[in-house]
């Protein structure tokens, strides 16, 4: 079956740390790929996505993601976080002939100044 | 920059009321769909809709749900019956290529 697996449920770095989110599919052929932000109380925000051609996107607020084919994985990485990156980051993912994004589990994301 | 938008933010209803929540797509976009989020779980798909039709659903979207374009704007969903279970966040989400862009969503509690 089709799935987003996001290890990590809760992750605390120190402001102006780097940060590795990760994100694993499991999908017959190589699906379209997503990380959405979503702050407290609010919507899903996307942050960057990967259909293919140059495995490193980049994306906003400084977020870039690499996808590694090998690994079925889309890590999503900052080099220097900030206290306003405080939020859950959701990894996404659809593929074949449906465009039903199926999401990970999210990581919380908290700063520690 | 054009962007979904989702009202109400917050419902409170009683158990068996009807509900509908309302969405305004991104203008230009022709997929529309339906998510829900239960508290600390994941991302649920409910429901995709294209051409004034329903193109595919979940196991969640039993008959108790419907999925509406009642004019050339708004794109609701409607529980008909609701039970304490329907309490979640629901986000419409409206595509472009393959790309969804996501409203705020609706917080929806069921007492």
């Known amino acids: 079956a089709q799935s987003v697996t996001q290890p990590d449920i809760h992750i605390t770095v120190s402001e102006g740390a780097s940060l590795e989110l990760r994100c694993n599919y499991s999908?017959?052929?190589?699906?379209?790929l997503f990380w959405y932000v979503q702050s407290p109380g609010q919507g899903l925000q996307l942050l960057l996505k990967?259909?293919?051609?140059?495995?490193l996107v980049q994306g906003i607020k400084g977020f870039e993601a690499e996808f590694k084919r090998s690994q079925s994985s889309f890590n999503l990485r900052k080099p220097s976080v900030h206290w306003s990156d405080a939020a859950e980051y959701f990894c996404?993912?659809?593929?074949?002939?449906?465009?039903?994004?199926?999401f990970g589990t999210g990581t919380l994301l908290a700063i520690q100044p | 920059e054009p962007e979904v938008t989702q009202t109400p933010s917050h419902q409170v209803t009683q158990m068996g009321q009807e509900v509908i929540l309302r969405c305004v797509p991104i203008?230009?976009?022709?997929?529309f769909y339906w998510y829900r989020q239960i508290l600390g779980q994941k991302v649920e798909f409910l429901v995709s809709?294209?051409?004034?039709?329903?193109?595919?659903k979940s196991e969640i979207f039993d008959d108790q749900f419907s999925v509406e374009r009642p004019d050339g704007s708004n794109f609701t969903l409607k529980i008909r019956s609701t039970k304490l279970e329907d309490s979640a966040m629901y986000f419409c989400?409206?595509?472009?290529?393959?790309?969804?862009?996501f409203g705020p969503g609706t917080r929806l509690l069921v007492l």
């Open positions: 989400a409206s595509r472009q290529k393959e790309t969804q862009y």
């Open positions: 999908y017959g052929a190589t699906p379209y």
């Open positions: 990967y259909f293919s051609g140059d495995t």
């Open positions: 996404a993912a659809h593929g074949g002939a449906t465009n039903k994004l199926i």
């Open positions: 203008s230009n976009h022709l997929y």
């Open positions: 809709f294209y051409n004034n039709e329903i193109s595919e």
